[in-house]
């Protein structure tokens, strides 16, 4: 059973005195919302906070309880406070607050400074898209201490990353604003299933992103401006192996991590509503929480937890009214989104000038914001297939960076064979990837380039059209 607990203070809205009893909170909500240290609600409009520690008294954030910053003595740098909050969204040291003129107001909790502008170079207001079907904020900071690469490389985190992500409506989009970027939601990520499944709601901590569809199927990532391969001021590789040089270790391994099928909650143990909840609970990839409301098999309410890696659910009575309505379980493809895979047909150019060679190629399964495409290659009677990867921002990214990569069942097959032994050695050279530029014309051809000093005379040339 849910414990109760008296809010304790006394808030005047629209000429009414309210006094409030809260609960202890469990599930992140749109106006209520929990860290690995302070609780948040709005409640009149104004946010309220306690600590998870010690007393439970809930006060004012500030002396308004509304985000503002007072002027310089330059007269410089202060904004006037919003008439009212009305939704935010806590994780880490972050918290966010949508104003009611739509602005999004952008707190750390160690040093409780409000800002109302966001982006890099020029910064300016973010506002809350409109129609939305969840946003939330996310930090990967000294409390989530770093991440692990798909190789297990671990990369510790300094001043950490903070990332606002919105689900758009349609459930097949997921944006996303940093405050390093320009101030608008133009990032996308590849959702599950190559951007196929169809998200009723959408949650988010120290940069894992956790979604549910209405039929209750859900999927986590981890995936943020720097893992996904972006930021031009990191070591990123495509060479993939556990790095213990210490001059090595802060070389990321690519492509990133890929969705992750989470255990769907069985009309044995009762039924899932869409709202999620996902949290922090100390260092690494595993340190993360999943929370789904619900109802168990006797229909008592309350909410499904597990670890993210965890294989199985538990159940918690809380009693509270249920903040959504129940969902239906599905077989998973009865609401798919379009498919975006395409097919190409072309033709390859190994070597520069006039030594160059030709080759007849295809490539499949190419989509422009997901990454994980096959380059095929025919060499004399014999077929190669070789994973092509890219790092892309958006669906309408018309010039993308990645990787061709040699796997180990392209090297047992060249194993025994001069010819394909050559052409890997002409086309990797000592190396197990070679980085790509990508570039989709407007007619929908793709050409791509190894990327290399002599720009002007790749080694590596390719030129693709659609096959319809």
């Not at 929990?34 to 809930?58: C, M």
């Not at 959504?324 to 047909?345: C, N, V, Y």
Request: overall charge neutral; charged content about 20%.
């Amino acid at each position: 059973m849910r414990n109760f607990i008296a809010l304790g203070l006394t808030s005047v809205f629209l000429g009414l005195s309210l006094t409030v009893a809260y609960a202890a909170q469990d599930l992140k909500t749109a106006v209520s919302s929990f860290t690995h240290e302070f609780e948040v609600s709005i409640l009149g409009g104004k946010l309220y906070y306690r600590a998870k520690e010690g007393s439970p008294k809930w006060e004012l954030l500030g002396d308004k309880g509304l985000p503002s910053a007072p002027s310089n003595f330059l007269g410089l740098g202060g904004f006037e406070a919003p008439a009212a909050v009305t939704e935010l969204s806590a994780d880490g040291d972050n918290l966010i607050a949508i104003g009611s003129d739509s602005i999004v107001y952008y707190m750390k909790w160690g040093t409780r400074k409000w800002i109302h502008t966001w982006g890099m170079p020029f910064s300016k207001h973010l506002q809350l898209p409109e129609n939305v079907r969840s946003w939330s904020i996310s930090h990967r900071g000294p409390f989530a201490g770093g991440y692990d690469d798909i190789d297990g490389n671990f990369h510790p985190v300094s001043a950490g990353v903070t990332t606002m992500y919105v689900l758009e409506e349609g459930g097949l989009s997921i944006r996303y604003a940093d405050p390093w970027l320009p101030a608008d939601f133009s990032h996308e990520i590849c959702g599950p299933l190559r951007n196929r499944f169809r998200s009723r709601a959408m949650t988010s901590s120290a940069s894992t992103v956790f979604v549910i569809s209405d039929g209750g199927e859900m999927y986590t990532r981890l995936a943020d401006f720097d893992t996904l391969g972006h930021d031009p001021f990191l070591a990123y590789s495509y060479e993939r192996r556990v790095r213990d040089i210490p001059n090595e270790r802060d070389v990321r391994t690519l492509p990133p991590e890929e969705w992750k099928h989470q255990p769907s909650i069985s009309l044995l143990q009762g039924r899932p509503t869409s709202a999620i909840t996902i949290f922090q609970t100390g260092k690494g990839n595993a340190s993360r929480e999943l929370r789904v409301e619900g109802i168990n098999a006797q229909g008592e309410r309350g909410y499904f937890a597990k670890s993210i890696n965890g294989e199985t659910w538990s159940f918690t009575q809380t009693d509270a009214e249920l903040g959504r309505s129940l969902l239906f379980a599905s077989d998973g493809g009865s609401d798919l989104g379009p498919d975006h895979d395409q097919h190409f047909s072309g033709s390859l150019k190994l070597g520069r000038l006039f030594g160059a060679k030709k080759y007849q190629i295809a490539l499949k399964d190419f989509n422009p914001l997901c990454s994980g495409a096959t380059l095929v290659i025919k060499i004399g009677s014999e077929t190669l297939e070789f994973p092509l990867h890219t790092t892309t921002a958006s669906q309408l990214a018309r010039k993308i960076k990645g990787a061709v990569t040699l796997s180990d069942e392209v090297k047992a097959k060249a194993a025994g064979n001069k010819e394909l032994q050559a052409f890997v050695s002409k086309f990797f050279g000592e190396k197990s990837f070679v980085k790509i530029k990508l570039k989709i014309a407007g007619d929908g051809s793709v050409s791509v380039r190894s990327r290399s000093l002599f720009s002007l005379f790749p080694k590596i040339q390719m030129q693709f059209s659609k096959i319809n």
